[in-house]
C-alpha cells in the first residue's frame, strides 16, 4: 500500500472529494493521476469526532497541535494497476511534487512476528527470574510498593491471543471492540500474543504466572491481521485514537529495512507519524526494535534517524544475564533505549 503525506492546509479533510483538490492545488499531480489512474482517500481511520478528542488532548497537555494536523494530511493512494512496481515509481514521482512531504510503502501483507529463534528451547526457567532484582527489572520492588499498573490500559497492537486462557479469563483482557483475528493467522503469530499478554498481565493468583503490570486496568488487542485483511495502518490508528493520557501502546510488530531485515515499525513514516500523536496526547509507546540485526547508525538509516525521536521507548533484545548483552538477531544502534530480556522468557502460550 502507499500513503503521501502533503503539507498541512493543501487538502481539505472535511472534503471527500480528496483527488480533486490535490489536482487542483498540486502542481503536476494532474499529469501522474491520468497515467496512474490515481484515487485519494483518507489515510488515517479516525473519526472527526475522535481527531476533535485527540486535539484538545494535546492542547491540555500544552503539546503542538501539529502532531494530530499531520495526520489529517495522510492519505492512501489507490490505483488502476496496483503492481509493486507501479507503485513504487508512483511514489519516487509523486515525492518530486512541491507541496508532498513524504511517500511511504507499507506492506500489504502480514509481516513475520518475532518468534523464538532456533535452535528450540528445550526447557524453561522455574520461576520469572526477569521479575526479580538484576538481572530482572525488580518488579518485586514496584509491587512491594503498589504499582501494579492500577487505573492504566495498555493497548497491544499484534495478530491475536488467546483469550481463553487461564490467566486472562478472570482478568479485562479483550480484542478491541469491533476488530476480528483473522482465521489465517496460524499460531505462529497468534501466540506470540498470548506469550505479551503473559508477560504483562497474567493473573497474579497461585497458579501459573504473574504479569508485570497484573493490576492494570485492562489489556486489549488490535489486531493487525482481521478476517477483513491486513491492516497495520488501521490497527495503530484505532489503538491511538483510542488511548487516553497515561495509556501505554505496545508496538509488538516490525519492519523491513535494508535488504528486508526487521527494524522497528516507526520505520514506516505513517507510522512514525502516528508514534508522533500519540506521545502527544500523552499515551507511552513501546516498540520492539525489530529481529533484524540491523545497526541503525549505519548510512543506510540516515533519512530514518534525521527525523529525530519520535517518543517512543524502543526495545533491544539482551541477554537474560547481568551483561545484558545484544542478542545476535537484535536491531540496534542510538535509537534504541534499552534491552529487555529476549531468552529465558517464562510466560503463557506457544
Avoid at 95 to 110: D, K, N, R, W
Avoid at 185 to 210: P, Q, R
Avoid at 242 to 248: P, Y
Wanted: charge should be negative; proline fraction near 3%; hydrophobic fraction near 40%.
Amino acid at each position: 500500500d502507499l500513503y503521501i503525506r502533503f503539507e498541512n492546509g493543501i487538502i481539505l479533510a472535511n472534503d471527500t472529494n480528496f483527488t480533486s483538490q490535490a489536482v487542483d492545488k498540486i502542481n503536476g499531480f494532474d499529469i501522474l493521476e491520468r497515467e496512474f489512474d490515481i484515487h485519494l482517500d483518507q489515510g488515517i481511520p479516525i473519526s472527526e469526532a475522535q481527531f476533535l478528542e485527540m486535539e484538545e488532548r494535546v492542547v491540555l497537555l500544552n503539546n503542538d497541535l501539529d502532531k494530530i494536523s499531520n495526520l489529517r494530511s495522510i492519505f492512501k493512494v489507490k490505483i488502476g494497476n496496483p503492481t509493486n512496481e507501479n507503485l513504487y515509481n508512483l511514489g519516487l514521482q509523486l515525492m518530486q511534487l512541491e507541496g508532498v512531504v513524504y511517500c511511504s510503502l507499507i506492506s500489504a501483507t502480514p509481516i513475520q512476528p518475532s518468534a523464538d529463534i532456533p535452535p528450540t528451547t528445550a526447557s524453561y526457567q522455574q520461576q520469572q527470574g526477569y521479575i526479580g532484582i538484576n538481572p530482572g527489572v525488580n518488579m518485586q520492588y514496584a509491587w512491594d510498593n503498589f504499582q501494579t499498573g492500577t487505573g492504566i490500559v495498555i493497548r497491544d497492537i499484534e495478530y491475536g491471543f488467546n483469550a481463553n486462557h487461564e490467566e486472562f479469563v478472570a482478568g479485562a483482557s479483550s480484542i478491541a471492540v469491533g476488530m476480528t483475528v483473522s482465521t489465517q493467522a496460524s499460531a505462529d503469530y497468534t501466540e506470540h500474543g498470548t506469550a505479551v499478554f503473559g508477560v504483562v498481565y497474567a493473573n497474579k493468583g497461585n497458579y501459573g504466572v504473574s504479569g508485570l503490570a497484573h493490576g492494570a486496568s485492562a489489556m486489549i488487542l488490535y489486531p493487525e491481521w482481521q478476517q477483513s485483511g491486513y491492516n497495520r495502518i488501521y490497527a495503530v490508528s484505532q489503538a491511538v485514537a483510542s488511548a487516553q493520557t497515561g495509556d501505554v501502546i505496545i508496538y509488538e510488530m516490525q519492519e523491513y529495512g535494508q535488504n528486508s531485515n526487521f527494524v522497528p515499525a516507526e520505520y514506516n513514516q505513517v507510522v512514525w507519524d502516528l508514534t508522533v500523536a500519540a506521545n502527544a496526547i500523552g499515551a507511552v509507546v513501546v516498540a520492539a526494535a525489530g529481529n533484524g540485526n540491523q545497526n541503525l547508525d549505519d548510512l543506510f538509516y540516515v533519512p530514518y534517524m534525521s527525523r529525530g525521536d519520535s517518543g517512543a521507548i524502543i526495545v533491544g533484545a539482551g541477554t537474560s544475564n547481568t551483561l545484558h548483552n545484544k542478542l545476535s538477531f537484535s536491531t540496534y544502534g542510538s535509537r534504541i533505549d534499552l534491552q529487555g530480556w529476549g531468552q529465558n522468557v517464562y510466560t503463557t502460550g506457544y
